[in-house]
Every structure is written in C-alpha cells, then in structure tokens.
C-alpha cells in the first residue's frame, strides 16, 4: 500500500480555501487516489462541536484534525485539509505529527488581502465582527501570521481556483507525492 500525503491550506477566512480544495480533491480523484477532503467548519462541527475560537480552542481542535490527517495519510489517503489555522506555531506542530510518520504535509498558503476577504465575506462573519457580534474573528480581532516557507502560495486575487489547484498538483508531482 502506498503511503498518503497532507496538503495543508491556510489563509484568511473568506481567501477562497474551501473552493480551491474541492478543485483540488476532484483533480485528485480523477488520478485514482483516495482522497478525504477535511473542511474547517465541516470538521469542527463533527471533531471539536465544544471549541470556542480562543487560541486553546484552536490549536486543540487543530492538533485533532492533524492527528486524523496522519491516520488517513498512513492508510493511503491524500488528505486536503482546508483550515484558516492562524498561527504559525500549531501549523508546524501540525507539520511535525504528520512527518514524525514519514509522511509528505505541504502547507499551501492561500494569499489573499484582508480588504478582499471582507469584500468577499461569503459567510457574512467579517460584517459581523465589524460590529461586534463575533469576537476573536481572525484577521479583525486576532491575528493571522502568514506562513513564513509554504511549499505552495496560491494568490487568490490574481488566479482563479483551477490556476491555483494546478500549481499545487505541479507541486505535489516535484515532491514525489504523485507519479
């Protein structure tokens, strides 16, 4: 049995994750892998239905989520994991659980500017933090650190989601994660 991979997408809420992972997990399926598409708001109402949005809620919910990916990955699975995971440090902790199993995690940064997520605003969440009624919203409360040496960055306001699923493919092929 061959072994899985992790493709990692972190960027703001609204930076278009969700859209370029579904383009992604198609792709993917249509190359005959298994592959298991873990969406953010999907995941938390299933993994972690008691987390908040506090930095422990985050970060506990994340290392669930990465502790699935690597049980996945170890059983052949090409996990497409979509989080907004705004800290640098639960990422790399998130890389180190997936590798420390000899598995490839490839963290791809959907870049994409504060001022387009809120015009986006898909969910309506940045209109609510605005005014108040959502607390610890990333990007308008709390912080988002960008990732300092993504394997993949995808900018959303200049490529479209089947650019973006490409470059990521185009990646996955140079790292060995696919044939």
């Known amino acids: 049995m061959e072994k899985g991979f992790v493709v990692w997408l972190t960027g703001l809420p609204g930076s278009g994750k969700t859209t370029i992972a579904r383009h992604l ?19 938390r109402k299933w993994l972690s239905p008691e987390a908040g949005f506090s930095r422990e809620d985050r970060e506990r919910h994340l290392r669930r989520v990465a502790y699935v ?11 497409v ?19 420390q199993e000899g598995l490839k995690f490839v963290e791809v940064y959907v870049k994409c ?11 309506g969440l940045y209109k609510k933090a605005l005014s108040g009624e959502i607390k610890n919203m990333t990007g308008i409360q709390d912080v988002y650190e960008e990732p300092e040496k993504p394997e993949v960055i995808v900018d959303t306001e200049h490529e479209n989601p089947e650019e973006c699923s490409r470059k990521i493919l185009e990646t996955l092929r140079k790292l060995g994660c696919l044939q």
Not at 29 to 43: A, N
């Open 25 to 43: 997990e198609r792709h993917l399926k249509e190359m005959g892998l298994k592959v298991e598409l873990l969406d953010g708001d999907e995941v």
């Open 69 to 79: 990916s690597k049980l996945l990955a170890r059983n052949g699975v090409a996990v």
């Open 81 to 99: 994991a979509s989080f907004v995971s705004p800290y640098r440090s639960i990422r790399e902790e998130a890389r180190r659980i997936i590798e």
């Open 113 to 123: 500017s504060l001022e387009e997520c809120i015009r986006r605003d898909p969910k």
